[in-house]
């Protein structure tokens, strides 16, 4: 894809965002055929937001959530600075058409894991990260139907990112945690409506991080010290609405909650 209609996809996606509407697709002439096509128009897509990229996300990382969107495997998408929360702040709902909320572990990286042509392990991976956090996602995507559109076109559009919401990084030993078998509890409107656990996220989330490392090394983009990376929802996402308070227990790691404005 060149840069031409790289940059054209995006500034067509971005008008969507802020003008909160949807498309189908991408028209063919600008369409991603690749993933590579797809994470070149989500880089433009950043600069036209003016945002820094804070960290990653990564959609797509239960089978469930893989069937439904009608992918083979995991998306990154990007954390953009306007759209990162401390916890327990209020979000606005607005136009948001997916209208769901993610529990999801989420990691502040200590060091750089910058692309190379050999694959991270998970005990590099590990070794970079700095902190844990619980973390609530609020994603959304701006084509009419984001479970036809495929891959390509899902990165394209920054892998269903919106608003995240991050807790304060947990001061247990996380490390010695089994992570998979944690369970996490979620409340909406002081109501327990889901359990989940870490296995839901690629096996654990820790496999989430290494996958995300590899995925990004392979398209010459690199993890940066400071980066936070939300792994994806370790619960089946909970239908949220106008008004609606949102709580994610994950025991002893921590609690991070918001309200939908």
Request: proline share 5%; with cysteine.
């Amino acid at each position: 894809m060149n840069h031409d209609h790289a940059q054209q996809a995006a500034e067509l996606l971005w008008k969507t965002w802020t003008e909160e509407r949807r498309i189908d697709a991408i028209p063919e002439t600008l369409r991603p055929m690749s993933r590579t096509d797809g994470y070149q128009i989500q880089r433009q897509l950043a600069e036209q937001s003016g945002q820094a990229t804070v960290g990653w996300k990564i959609a797509a990382t239960s089978i469930a959530g893989q069937k439904h969107l009608q992918v083979d495997g995991p998306l990154a998408g990007r954390l953009l600075a306007n759209r990162v929360h401390s916890n327990g702040a209020p979000i606005v709902l607005g136009g948001n058409a997916m209208r769901v909320a993610e529990a999801e572990f989420a990691f502040r990286l200590g060091r750089d894991l910058p692309p190379r042509p050999l694959p991270y392990e998970l005990a590099e991976v590990m070794a970079a990260i700095d902190t844990l956090h619980p973390a609530i996602e609020i994603p959304d995507s701006r084509y009419n139907d984001f479970c036809i559109v495929g891959s390509p076109q899902l990165i394209a559009d920054n892998a269903c990112a919106h608003h995240f919401v991050l807790g304060t990084a947990t001061t247990t030993d996380w490390r010695s945690i089994d992570l998979a078998a944690h369970v996490v509890r979620a409340d909406h409107n002081g109501i327990k409506i889901r359990d989940g656990i870490g296995a839901n996220v690629l096996g654990d989330p820790r496999q989430a991080m290494t996958w995300i490392a590899n995925e990004l090394r392979q398209h010459n983009i690199g993890l940066r010290a400071g980066d936070v990376v939300t792994t994806g929802t370790s619960i089946v996402p909970i239908p949220i609405q106008l008004g609606s308070h949102i709580l994610a227990d994950f025991g002893s790691i921590g609690i991070v909650t918001t309200n939908l404005i």
